[in-house]
C-alpha cells in the first residue's frame, strides 16, 4: 500500500516556521549532531527505523517543550538520551514480555486504535485499573520477571522501566503508523500528538493519595522524557471534590499539559466527543458506536486493518523496521512469550513520497490555523 511518507528522514520545510523559529531549529539540530545524539542508538537492530527517537519530529517537540531555548533543549534531550542508553531501554523494549507489557498498558491511557477528525490517535484510560493493589500486582510481576538476553543496569528496575515500553510504543509505533494512512487531513504533515480521554468517575481522595507517587511519576514521564504528545486531555466524570484533587496533584503537572485538560460534564460528553471524532470512533460507553472499553486491545480503524493486511492488532510492543525497497517499512511485533523471543513480521508499508515534513499548521498552529498553547 502506497503511504504518505516515512519519518526515518523527516525535514521541516523552509517555509514551516518562522525565521526565528528555523534558525533556532537548525542551530539546535547541529548542537545535537555535534554531541552525537543523532547517532543510531547502538541497542537498536540494524534495520531499525529511529522513528519517535531522535528523528526531527522528537527535536522539535524537545525544542518547543523549552520554548525555543537552544541551550535548554539540547539539556533536556541529552538528559533522556543519556538515560534511555544507560538504562538499555530499547533491549528492554525488544524483550519484554508480551504478557507483562499487556498488564501494563491497562494502567496508562492506551490507544482505541481509532482517530480523530485530524487524523491523531485517540488515547482511552480509565482511573479505577490503577489502584494500590493493582500496582502491587505490578511489583510482583515485575519481581518474577526475567528479560531474554538482558541484565537490568543497576540504575533501574524492571518496575521502574515498563512505563516506558508504553509510551514508546506509542511515539515509536503509533504516531508513525497513523501518519501512515493515505487520504488523512494534512497528509504532508507527521501526526505528533494525541487526544486522551480519560474516565475519573471512580476516584476517590483515598485513591489519589494512595497511588500520589505513580500520578507524579507518570506526570514526570510526559513533561521530562515524552514531550509535547498530547494535543488535548478530556476528562470525565470529575466529582465535586475535583478542586481538593487538583491542588494535590497540580505541582506535578507541567502547566503546558495542565492546559489541555478540559473536564466535561455528563451532558458535554458526547457532543464534545463528537466535534473531535467521528461517532463510530467513539466509545458506546459515551453515546458512540465503537465496541470498545478501557484495557481491550485497538480495535483498528479500517484503513488502518487495511495497511494491517486485514490482521488483528497484536498485544505486546511493535516497532518499524526498514525494508529492503527504498522507503519501504516493515511493522514488527517483539518483545517475548515464555522465554522466547518474539519476531513476527505484520504488514508492510512503502512511500512513493519525499521524506515527510513539519508545516506551520502542526508545528505552531492548529490544522484550522488556530495558535495552539504548544
Not at 244 to 272: C, H, M, R
Amino acid at each position: 500500500m502506497s503511504v504518505n511518507g516515512t519519518q526515518e528522514q523527516t525535514m521541516i520545510e523552509r517555509d514551516s516556521l518562522s525565521d526565528q523559529q528555523r534558525s533556532s531549529f537548525d542551530a539546535f539540530k547541529a548542537k545535537c549532531a555535534e554531541n552525537s545524539l543523532l547517532d543510531k542508538p547502538e541497542e537498536l537492530g540494524a534495520n531499525d527505523t529511529c522513528d519517535g527517537i531522535n528523528d526531527d519530529v522528537v527535536l522539535l517537540r524537545f525544542l518547543r517543550a523549552r520554548k525555543y531555548d537552544i541551550e535548554e533543549a539540547h539539556k533536556m534531550f541529552s538528559a533522556v538520551c543519556a538515560t534511555r542508553t544507560q538504562d538499555r531501554r530499547h533491549t528492554f523494549y525488544d524483550n519484554l514480555e508480551v504478557q507483562a507489557y499487556d498488564e501494563t498498558r491497562k494502567m496508562y491511557p492506551h490507544w482505541a486504535g481509532r482517530l480523530d477528525k485530524l487524523g491523531q490517535p485517540v488515547c482511552y484510560f480509565d482511573i479505577e485499573a490503577v489502584t494500590s493493589k493493582t500496582l502491587a500486582a505490578q511489583k510482583k510481576t515485575s519481581d518474577s520477571l526475567k528479560i531474554p538476553g538482558m541484565d537490568i543496569p543497576m540504575s533501574a528496575s524492571i518496575d521502574s522501566l515498563r512505563p516506558y515500553a508504553i509510551f514508546d510504543n506509542a511515539v515509536r509505533f503509533v504516531l508513525p503508523l497513523c501518519s501512515a494512512i493515505p487520504n488523512r487531513p494534512n497528509p504532508e504533515t507527521p501526526i505528533t500528538k494525541a487526544v486522551y480521554v480519560v474516565e475519573i468517575t471512580s476516584i476517590s481522595l483515598a485513591q489519589v493519595w494512595s497511588i500520589r507517587s505513580w500520578i507524579k511519576a507518570s506526570a514526570g514521564l510526559l513533561a521530562n522524557t515524552y514531550p509535547e504528545i498530547v494535543d488535548k486531555i478530556l476528562i470525565i466524570g470529575a466529582p465535586s471534590y475535583m478542586p481538593t484533587i487538583w491542588n494535590w496533584v497540580k505541582g506535578w503537572v507541567d502547566p503546558v499539559t495542565a492546559s489541555k485538560i478540559q473536564y466535561l460534564k455528563s451532558a458535554e460528553v458526547f457532543s464534545t466527543l463528537t466535534s473531535l471524532i467521528d461517532a463510530v470512533n467513539v466509545p458506546k460507553r459515551y453515546g458512540g458506536e465503537l465496541n470498545f472499553e478501557c484495557g481491550m486491545l485497538p480495535d483498528l480503524d479500517p484503513v488502518l486493518k487495511e495497511i494491517f493486511g486485514g490482521k488483528e492488532y497484536p498485544p505486546g510492543p511493535l516497532k518499524w523496521i526498514n525494508g529492503s525497497a527504498a522507503g519501504e517499512k516493515i511493522a514488527v511485533a517483539v518483545g517475548s512469550v515464555e522465554g522466547k523471543k518474539r519476531d513476527e513480521r505484520l504488514a508492510t508499508i512503502t512511500s512513493n513520497h519525499p521524506p515527510e515534513s513539519l508545516h506551520a499548521n502542526n508545528a505552531e498552529y492548529g490544522i484550522f490555523g488556530e495558535e495552539t498553547k504548544g
